[in-house]
């Protein structure tokens, strides 16, 4: 990155996705006038059972790849600071508990969990991870402990369809502790119920976002997007293959001008 970190973070201080872009997190399909896609989309975490039942995941044209971010960490902090304040007027009593735990997935949310953590006193940071079970998976702890009758947020990267959230609120409440938020750098849900709750066995769990920006995502069976399925044009590892990613947006922008 040729410019100075902090004049790109102040130029972009209040725009968390401009700054993602302008530090190479961020990938769109490139389609032509007539809306034809011209370079491949992009697989997200979530998933759906397909008629079969196999789990599959859902497509789309946009990807935020905001795991860029732990490659520098004062853009991860500046996260970190903004998503904190934005937690203290919202949950003004808890953050001061003395069992409070941040607990990130060690794919996209641990480190921001851990960032977090440090603005809170009193807070404890605690990484979960997947295991498989089959063609599905469970979230357990690994190395790390939430204690019963902890106070949890729960700190992802991006929210989508609440698949993930879903068994790592499970998890927590097997073993009595109660998840009082979610928080993340971008909420990406369609549904708009989701932009400021979640709900979940009859309760509202606040959600505090950087970003409520809806993407468009598709099963891969849709009329709309099958024909790229089909083509082999979808990345399935967008995250581990950025780099080509990012490659084949450049020349498709190229070849549309």
């Not at 097997?174 to 990406?188: F, P, Q, T």
């Amino acid at each position: 990155m040729s410019k100075n970190i902090l004049e790109i973070i102040s130029r972009h201080k209040n725009d968390p996705l401009a700054l993602l872009n302008a530090t190479g997190g961020f990938y769109e399909c490139v389609k032509n006038n007539e809306g034809e896609r011209l370079n491949r989309m992009v697989a997200y975490k979530g998933t759906y059972k397909d008629k079969d039942g196999k789990e599959m995941k859902y497509i789309g044209d946009v990807y935020h790849n905001i795991s860029k971010t732990e490659e520098t960490p004062l853009i991860l902090r500046h996260f970190a600071r903004k998503i904190s304040r934005k937690i203290n007027l919202r949950l003004k009593g808890v953050i001061n508990a003395p069992n409070l735990f941040f607990v990130g997935p060690q794919e996209g949310g641990a480190v921001l969990a851990s960032m977090i953590a440090m603005n809170f006193p009193n807070a404890k940071y605690a990484c979960i991870e997947r295991k498989a079970t089959g063609e599905d998976f469970e979230m357990v702890f690994k190395y790390h402990k939430v204690p019963a009758g902890s106070f949890v947020i729960i700190t992802k990267n991006v929210l989508n369809n609440f698949y993930t959230t879903k068994k790592i609120i499970k998890k927590l409440m097997s073993e009595y502790s109660s998840v009082v938020g979610v928080a993340c750098v971008l909420n990406r849900s369609m549904n708009p119920k989701n932009e400021k709750v979640f709900s979940f066995n009859n309760a509202d769990i606040p959600i505090i976002s950087l970003v409520h920006k809806p993407y468009k995502e598709f099963k891969q069976d849709d009329p709309e997007v099958a024909g790229e399925v089909k083509k082999g044009r979808v990345e399935f590892d967008p995250e581990i293959n950025w780099d080509r990613l990012q490659i084949s947006h450049q020349l498709a922008s190229s070849m549309n001008r």
